[in-house]
Protein backbone atom coordinates (compact mmCIF):
# COMPACT_ATOMS: atom_id res chain seq x y z
CA UNK A 1 0.00 0.00 0.00
CA UNK A 2 2.05 3.30 -1.15
CA UNK A 3 1.32 6.19 -3.29
CA UNK A 4 3.46 6.95 -6.24
CA UNK A 5 3.57 10.42 -7.64
CA UNK A 6 5.19 10.89 -11.14
CA UNK A 7 6.01 14.22 -12.56
CA UNK A 8 3.05 15.63 -11.90
CA UNK A 9 1.97 18.58 -13.06
CA UNK A 10 -0.96 21.29 -12.75
CA UNK A 11 -1.86 24.92 -12.96
CA UNK A 12 -4.93 27.27 -12.89
CA UNK A 13 -4.48 29.33 -15.71
CA UNK A 14 -1.22 31.24 -15.86
CA UNK A 15 -0.33 30.21 -11.92
CA UNK A 16 1.35 26.53 -11.72
CA UNK A 17 0.03 24.46 -8.28
CA UNK A 18 2.58 21.63 -8.80
CA UNK A 19 5.41 21.74 -10.94
CA UNK A 20 6.83 18.23 -12.39
CA UNK A 21 6.37 16.49 -8.75
CA UNK A 22 8.11 12.89 -8.16
CA UNK A 23 7.45 11.55 -4.73
CA UNK A 24 6.52 7.97 -2.98
CA UNK A 25 4.59 8.12 -0.10
CA UNK A 26 5.20 4.65 1.78
CA UNK A 27 2.23 3.01 3.63
CA UNK A 28 2.50 1.66 7.36
CA UNK A 29 3.71 5.08 8.55
CA UNK A 30 1.94 8.74 8.69
CA UNK A 31 3.51 11.40 6.18
CA UNK A 32 3.85 14.83 6.44
CA UNK A 33 2.95 17.82 4.25
CA UNK A 34 4.43 21.18 4.91
CA UNK A 35 4.69 24.02 2.56
CA UNK A 36 3.38 27.77 3.03
CA UNK A 37 0.42 28.69 1.72
CA UNK A 38 -0.09 27.93 -1.98
CA UNK A 39 2.65 25.44 -2.26
CA UNK A 40 0.13 23.25 -3.77
CA UNK A 41 -0.12 20.65 -0.54
CA UNK A 42 -3.97 20.68 -1.43
CA UNK A 43 -3.94 20.53 -4.90
CA UNK A 44 -1.93 17.08 -4.44
CA UNK A 45 -3.90 15.91 -2.08
CA UNK A 46 -7.17 16.13 -4.51
CA UNK A 47 -5.37 14.80 -7.65
CA UNK A 48 -4.34 11.57 -4.92
CA UNK A 49 -8.13 11.29 -4.91
CA UNK A 50 -9.32 11.51 -7.97
CA UNK A 51 -11.67 14.76 -7.41
CA UNK A 52 -9.41 17.01 -9.39
CA UNK A 53 -7.33 15.86 -13.13
CA UNK A 54 -3.58 16.45 -13.25
CA UNK A 55 -2.49 18.40 -16.59
CA UNK A 56 0.70 16.40 -16.64
CA UNK A 57 2.04 12.81 -15.06
CA UNK A 58 0.42 10.24 -13.16
CA UNK A 59 -0.52 9.27 -10.09
CA UNK A 60 -0.75 5.36 -8.67
CA UNK A 61 -2.14 4.22 -5.29
CA UNK A 62 -1.78 0.62 -4.27
CA UNK A 63 -0.67 0.39 -7.82
CA UNK A 64 -4.02 1.54 -9.47
CA UNK A 65 -3.92 4.64 -11.74
CA UNK A 66 -5.91 7.20 -10.48
CA UNK A 67 -6.82 8.82 -13.57
CA UNK A 68 -7.26 5.50 -15.48
CA UNK A 69 -9.73 4.07 -11.90
CA UNK A 70 -10.40 6.83 -9.91
CA UNK A 71 -13.11 4.65 -8.27
CA UNK A 72 -11.69 1.63 -7.60
CA UNK A 73 -9.19 3.83 -5.50
CA UNK A 74 -11.75 6.04 -4.01
CA UNK A 75 -13.11 2.55 -2.66
CA UNK A 76 -10.09 1.96 -0.94
CA UNK A 77 -9.33 5.65 0.47
CA UNK A 78 -10.89 7.90 2.94
CA UNK A 79 -10.30 11.48 2.48
CA UNK A 80 -10.69 14.78 5.63
CA UNK A 81 -11.01 17.70 2.80
CA UNK A 82 -9.77 21.08 3.99
CA UNK A 83 -13.16 23.08 4.58
CA UNK A 84 -15.04 19.74 5.53
CA UNK A 85 -18.58 19.97 3.76
CA UNK A 86 -21.14 18.63 5.90
CA UNK A 87 -25.12 18.42 5.84
CA UNK A 88 -25.05 20.91 9.08
CA UNK A 89 -28.77 20.05 9.90
CA UNK A 90 -28.12 16.57 10.18
CA UNK A 91 -27.05 14.37 13.59
CA UNK A 92 -24.15 12.97 13.92
CA UNK A 93 -25.14 9.69 13.78
CA UNK A 94 -27.29 10.02 11.05
CA UNK A 95 -25.06 11.69 8.94
CA UNK A 96 -22.53 8.67 9.42
CA UNK A 97 -24.77 6.62 8.79
CA UNK A 98 -25.64 7.99 4.78
CA UNK A 99 -21.71 8.27 4.71
CA UNK A 100 -21.59 4.33 5.65
CA UNK A 101 -24.84 3.79 2.97
CA UNK A 102 -22.65 5.88 0.62
CA UNK A 103 -19.95 3.18 0.52
CA UNK A 104 -22.09 0.27 1.66
CA UNK A 105 -20.49 -0.99 4.25
CA UNK A 106 -22.33 -2.65 7.44
CA UNK A 107 -23.92 -0.25 9.71
CA UNK A 108 -22.09 -1.38 12.45
CA UNK A 109 -18.81 0.72 10.94
CA UNK A 110 -20.43 3.87 12.35
CA UNK A 111 -20.69 2.65 16.25
CA UNK A 112 -16.97 1.98 15.49
CA UNK A 113 -15.87 5.56 14.09
CA UNK A 114 -17.83 6.98 16.59
CA UNK A 115 -15.81 4.97 19.56
CA UNK A 116 -12.52 5.79 17.49
CA UNK A 117 -12.72 9.60 17.47
CA UNK A 118 -14.84 9.73 20.49
CA UNK A 119 -18.25 11.67 19.51
CA UNK A 120 -20.27 9.02 21.74
CA UNK A 121 -21.16 11.82 23.84
CA UNK A 122 -22.36 13.96 20.77
CA UNK A 123 -23.48 11.33 17.91
CA UNK A 124 -27.35 13.04 19.12
CA UNK A 125 -26.59 16.13 18.29
CA UNK A 126 -27.17 18.17 15.13
CA UNK A 127 -23.96 19.01 13.16
CA UNK A 128 -24.63 22.79 12.68
CA UNK A 129 -24.40 23.12 16.87
CA UNK A 130 -21.24 21.73 17.14
CA UNK A 131 -17.86 23.36 17.96
CA UNK A 132 -15.48 23.51 14.92
CA UNK A 133 -13.05 20.48 16.77
CA UNK A 134 -16.23 18.10 16.72
CA UNK A 135 -17.08 19.01 13.20
CA UNK A 136 -13.52 18.17 12.60
CA UNK A 137 -13.96 14.79 14.61
CA UNK A 138 -16.87 14.04 12.47
CA UNK A 139 -15.28 14.81 9.01
CA UNK A 140 -12.67 12.32 10.48
CA UNK A 141 -15.04 9.97 11.35
CA UNK A 142 -16.68 10.13 7.94
CA UNK A 143 -13.37 9.44 6.09
CA UNK A 144 -12.72 6.19 8.24
CA UNK A 145 -16.02 4.74 7.30
CA UNK A 146 -15.01 2.46 4.79
CA UNK A 147 -11.98 1.45 7.29
CA UNK A 148 -10.01 2.93 4.09
CA UNK A 149 -6.23 1.75 3.27
CA UNK A 150 -5.52 5.14 2.47
CA UNK A 151 -6.23 7.96 4.46
CA UNK A 152 -5.93 11.88 3.47
CA UNK A 153 -6.04 13.94 5.53
CA UNK A 154 -5.93 18.36 4.72
CA UNK A 155 -5.42 19.87 8.06
CA UNK A 156 -7.23 17.06 10.31
CA UNK A 157 -6.13 19.10 13.60
CA UNK A 158 -7.59 22.41 13.14
CA UNK A 159 -9.68 24.12 15.47
CA UNK A 160 -8.94 21.31 18.22
CA UNK A 161 -8.37 22.21 21.94
CA UNK A 162 -5.59 20.43 23.74
CA UNK A 163 -7.50 17.11 24.83
CA UNK A 164 -8.89 16.98 21.83
CA UNK A 165 -5.52 17.21 19.94
CA UNK A 166 -3.97 14.58 22.32
CA UNK A 167 -7.08 11.95 21.52
CA UNK A 168 -6.80 12.59 17.77
CA UNK A 169 -3.19 11.86 17.69
CA UNK A 170 -3.14 8.71 19.58
CA UNK A 171 -6.08 7.47 16.70
CA UNK A 172 -3.74 8.67 13.90
CA UNK A 173 -0.71 6.81 15.31
CA UNK A 174 -3.30 3.76 16.35
CA UNK A 175 -4.51 3.34 12.52
CA UNK A 176 -1.01 4.04 10.65
CA UNK A 177 0.30 1.16 11.35
CA UNK A 178 -1.62 -0.70 8.65
CA UNK A 179 -2.51 2.75 6.61
CA UNK A 180 -0.96 4.97 4.17
CA UNK A 181 -1.63 7.86 5.68
CA UNK A 182 -0.47 11.52 4.62
CA UNK A 183 -1.71 14.86 6.28
CA UNK A 184 -0.83 18.37 5.62
CA UNK A 185 -0.06 20.64 8.33
CA UNK A 186 1.01 24.20 9.71
CA UNK A 187 1.73 22.90 12.96
CA UNK A 188 5.92 21.64 13.30
CA UNK A 189 4.70 19.73 16.51
CA UNK A 190 2.14 17.91 14.67
CA UNK A 191 4.80 16.31 12.68
CA UNK A 192 7.17 16.15 15.65
CA UNK A 193 4.67 13.60 17.38
CA UNK A 194 3.10 12.00 14.46
CA UNK A 195 5.20 11.52 11.40
CA UNK A 196 7.87 9.18 10.25
CA UNK A 197 8.91 11.43 6.80
CA UNK A 198 8.04 14.82 5.80
CA UNK A 199 7.85 16.30 2.39
CA UNK A 200 8.23 20.18 1.75
CA UNK A 201 6.34 21.43 -1.35
CA UNK A 202 7.25 25.42 -2.13
CA UNK A 203 5.48 26.74 -5.47
CA UNK A 204 4.15 22.98 -6.46
CA UNK A 205 8.04 21.76 -6.36
CA UNK A 206 9.93 19.44 -4.06
CA UNK A 207 12.49 21.09 -1.84
CA UNK A 208 13.08 18.14 0.78
CA UNK A 209 12.14 15.15 2.32
CA UNK A 210 12.74 14.26 5.89
CA UNK A 211 13.27 11.33 7.59
CA UNK A 212 12.30 10.31 11.05
CA UNK A 213 15.54 10.90 12.48
CA UNK A 214 15.20 14.20 11.18
CA UNK A 215 12.07 14.85 12.34
CA UNK A 216 12.95 14.34 16.14
CA UNK A 217 15.41 17.03 15.93
CA UNK A 218 12.15 18.92 16.88
CA UNK A 219 9.59 21.37 15.95
CA UNK A 220 12.40 24.32 16.09
CA UNK A 221 14.82 22.19 13.59
CA UNK A 222 11.40 21.77 11.40
CA UNK A 223 10.91 26.05 11.55
CA UNK A 224 14.35 26.59 10.39
CA UNK A 225 14.13 24.39 7.64
CA UNK A 226 10.46 25.64 6.61
CA UNK A 227 12.04 29.21 7.18
CA UNK A 228 14.50 28.63 4.34
Not at 48 to 58: H, N, R, V
Not at 172 to 179: D, E, M, P, Q, T
Amino acid sequence: MSIIVTNLSKSYGKQKALDNLSIEIKSGQITGLLGPNGAGKSTLMKIITGSLLPDEGMVEVNGVNVADQPLKVQQSLGYLPEHNPQYLELYVKEYLAYVASIYKVEKSAVDRVIEQTVLGPEQHKKIGSLSKGYRQRVGLAAALIPDPEVLILDEPTTGLDPAQLIEIRALLKNIASNKTVLFSTHIMQEVVELCSSCIFLEGGELKQVLTETEIQKGSKHLEEIFAK
